[in-house]
């Protein structure tokens, strides 16, 4: 097109192509790459993946605002209650980046041994390029290195507000501490706002929010099958949607995904029956980051369960009340966020190690992939403990290391190939 | 069977507990006049000072039999003791502490204040961790009462006018009677300076319920010495209360509801049986569950009330039906 333009004016015109578009390009290339091979690389998807798969392709490849007429709440962690944002007519985003583009820029800006999604959102902030720009940033003290790109983000002139974390979760001090942070979190986003916090209106968004966690369990339920009906990579698009999309659309959507997946298991239509199960562990796969996942299931095993907080810790725990009242529901929001979350910050972490074992047993996996991102402390230092614990009970575990970059995937394919197949001939000497 | 197990799974609990609750209380309290007797070993506290009750709190009638002389104590003279006491332990192994979350009069008196409460929208408080360590220890004060101060009697050691020193204190004594009309246990007995004492008492610890059990939910089971006395014998009990820790996430759900507070119910799991001594046994930690099974009720290790998801949503009212328009 720039060429006819050029001969029509008979002069030379180029376009020159700024930063920000460059960095667009990048990112829709990112994504469209990621996008095509979830698609199309894999027999039969559920035929109602297909909103997820458009939606994936409006946000990040189109550029496609969703919220543009809400005020946007943009959140640093898993840990900021989506309860209360919506509940004040607000809109919670996610931050959390899954882009290589937005990780190099933020290699700029944070420590190169830094951990990729870290420096991938600040990249995102120092680059001010969004779909959806939130008005406001909650930055939870949750790790080190987010706590820490908190202030970085401020500096860059965005309005980031602090939210106190508890680094310890058994002790009735951090709950009271991690209560009343979310207390003044409620009153402080309720005055920025100008809105009040009805009682009616938590009740409301607590039950709608506690459907889709509801709706995320029983989807799950399915993967308990023998012939699971759905994919990890397509459930890890599913539960990333949550992180930006309209509630109620995604409610709909998963409805629908999950009636589908209810009638494929009845009809045995046919996907992974004979891959091995493989339950995921580590750090959170984000959308277009999702080649280990990826990786797992195009040689041939099949994630049935996960333990991470872009998929099934952001569903896990549901709240339940006492009193329908503003004072018991705050709180009782406040302890979901707080004593069910199995994040490695904690200082003691048996609860994790519990839900993976948990999970392998319920959902008969016959391996773990425990993934770290390089960078990510808490993970890396978790991951002895771990291992330890999976051999007593006589799991295969499989740790790797990587990160956002596109280079190491010949050798990850080489493990994860590798460890698949060794899970293969365990089931063939049983 | 399985229908049934899914009616009560996906029961609403506090509906039943209402109905029940209301049933027990009118049976307790006003048992007299439909000529219902239960017996005077009854494991709550139905007071016996009440005039029409369907049955009475052991306790009255314990403190009584221990008091006697030992020589007689220690003859075939108290057998009667020896039956009242089993008769007691039958009573409480059928239903283990739920007697506490259901059947007692003085804690359905109490729920009811609760609910007064949540009618006027005030919110309850709570002990902190060091506050709740110290005062769950006075129940075992109250028991020691109960059991050793008659004995001491029977001995010789105390007066007479400790005899049934804990009913005199008892909230119970004063409260249960009210609901036939009878208010001649509000007075102060002036004989002697323990009688005084221990009248007093009674008046200020009833006036204390009324205002505790305003402010804190299920406040006087704290130091109710008959529920340390059931914890002693829970083991024995059908009913139980069980915890699977595999499937527990420690999301404090339960611990959340829980009217006394009990940590344990979220944070421990390795222990199967997880009633503890402030257990009222009300079952709405496992209503309030929303893991597969992760908390039951069970007799005979079957499970007769257990943990569901659905359950658990059907319970918070969580559905489709309500579109939040944005």
Known sequence: MGFAQAKGDNKMKRNIETPKDKQNRHKAMEAVAMLDKIRHDFIQPPKNMDYFYDLYEKVYCKRESLHAKSVKVGTMCIQVPYEIIYALDAVPIRLCNGFYTDDEIGSDLAPSKACPLVKATVGQFSSNNFSDKPDFVISPTTCDQKSKSGAIIEDMGYLVYDMEFPRTKESEESREYWRRSVRKFTKELSKNLGKKLKKSKLKKTIQRIGYAQYLYHQLNDLRKEPNPPILGKDIFLVTNAFFFDKIDNWIEATQKLYEECKIRVKNEDKTHKNSPRIVYTGSPPIFPNLKIPLLIEQSDGIIVADETCSANRLFNDMVSIDEWFLYDMVDAVADRYLKGCTCPIFTKNNDRIRRVIDLVKEYKAEGVVYQAFAGCQVYEMEQRSVIEAMEKEGIPILYLESDYSPSHLGQLTTRIEAFIESLKNRRRRR | ?326
């Open chain 2, 1 to 326: 069977m399985n229908k049934i197990r899914e009616f009560i799974n996906y029961g609403d609990l506090r509906k039943f507990r209402f109905w029940l609750q209301l049933f027990f209380f009118i049976i307790f309290i006003y048992g007299g006049y439909m000529a219902i007797d239960l017996g005077r070993n009854l494991p709550i506290f139905s007071c016996g000072y009440a005039r029409e009750t369907g049955g009475n709190c052991y306790f009255l009638g314990v403190q009584h039999q221990l008091a006697r002389p030992w020589s007689r104590l220690f003859s075939y003279a108290s057998i009667g003791v020896l039956t009242g006491f089993l008769t007691f332990l039958l009573w409480f192994v059928v239903f283990n502490k739920a007697w506490c979350g259901y059947a007692c009069p003085l804690g359905t008196i109490q729920d009811w204040i609760t609910s007064f409460r949540k009618f006027l929208k005030i919110p309850y408080s709570t002990y902190t961790r060091p506050q709740y360590q110290f005062l769950k220890k006075i129940k075992y004060v109250f028991l020691f009462i109960v059991i050793i101060f008659p004995l001491m009697l029977g001995l010789g050691l105390l007066d007479g006018e400790w005899r049934g020193a804990f009913c005199k204190m008892c909230p119970g004594r004063l409260i249960t009677p009210l609901f036939v009309g009878d208010y001649s246990q509000w007075t102060l007995d002036f004989s002697t300076g323990t009688a005084l004492f221990l009248t007093a008492f009674g008046m200020g610890f009833t006036v204390v319920f009324f205002v505790g059990s305003f402010i804190k939910k299920r406040f006087f089971c704290f130091f109710c010495p008959m529920s340390a006395m059931h914890y002693i014998f829970s083991d024995w009990a059908l009913l139980r209360l069980k915890k699977d820790g595999d499937k527990c996430t420690k999301c404090g759900d339960c611990y959340n509801v829980c009217d006394m507070q009990i940590k344990d119910i979220a944070d421990d799991v390795k222990s199967k049986n997880i009633l503890r001594d402030d257990c009222i046994f009300c079952m709405k930690c496992v209503a309030a569950c929303p893991e597969e099974d992760a908390l039951h009720v069970d007799i005979f290790n079957i499970k007769v009330f257990t943990s569901t998801k659905g359950g658990f949503a059907k319970r918070m009212n969580i559905n489709n039906k309500q579109e939040t328009k944005k």
